[in-house]
């Protein structure tokens, strides 16, 4: 497709599993950002790639949370031993360059963890 | 102190009528500066930049005081299309968001 997609779209999981959060950017975009929203905040920060590597990872809150871009271009965000306090939406977006503040979003993964 | 902040409102206006919103962020070695548009349940969408000199896309126009950190955005003649969540963004060596300000402009 030609935007950013995410998958799953919602995900229901308990305490103290592991999750994983795909996304898959717009075709030729290098930058990677993940944030995560809660109801009635902003979208908070995690990590940003550029290309193969993690640029920015100083949003993520704790080790339980880690992401991968392998080949530059799909992400997945993981999350060991998940939280009640986790749940939120998890928002992919990508730009074509890291320096430009125009960020094309997923439309999210809904986490909850019960 | 939040990097980002705004005041979440929820601002109530009338259909036709000016709004003004703002934005303060404690970064001053920001570089550029941004307003998304959020509608409920949905991603965020880029509004528009803002740029020194200030600038104006149709109804909205966008300003950035540096000496002040802050960035203002101004809508004219409200539609009831522009409901939603505003978010103020502030690229300093990431896109931090603000927590968003509600308009919803009411016939």
């Known amino acids: 497709g030609a935007g950013v997609s995410q998958t799953p779209s919602n995900k229901v999981t308990e305490k103290g599993k592991y999750v994983e959060l795909r996304c898959d950017p717009i075709s030729g975009h290098t930058a990677l950002y993940w944030y995560r929203q809660s109801l009635g905040q902003g979208p908070e920060f995690l990590i940003y790639f550029q290309g193969t590597g993690a640029a920015d990872d100083s949003g993520l809150p704790n080790d339980r949370f880690f992401a991968v871009r392998p080949e530059g271009s799909v992400s997945t965000l993981k999350i060991q031993r998940t939280e009640r306090g986790d749940s939120a939406v998890y928002l992919c977006a990508s730009s074509f360059r890291g320096d430009t503040g125009e960020l094309f979003f997923g439309e999210g993964s809904r986490l909850t963890v019960l | 102190r939040k990097e980002v902040e705004q005041d979440p409102g929820p601002f109530n206006v009338p259909e036709g009528a000016t709004v003004a919103f703002n934005c303060t962020y404690s970064?001053?070695?920001?570089?550029?500066f941004f307003w998304y548009r959020q509608d409920c349940r949905k991603e965020p969408k880029l509004l528009m930049s803002v740029y020194s000199s200030g600038n104006e896309d149709g109804r909205f126009t966008a300003q950035l005081n540096r000496a002040s950190q802050y960035i203002s955005l101004l809508i004219r003649d409200s539609k009831l299309s522009d409901s939603a969540t505003y978010l103020c963004v502030v690229n300093g060596n990431k896109l931090v968001f603000g927590a968003g300000t509600i308009l919803r402009v009411k016939s």
């Open positions: 970064n001053s070695a920001s570089q550029s």
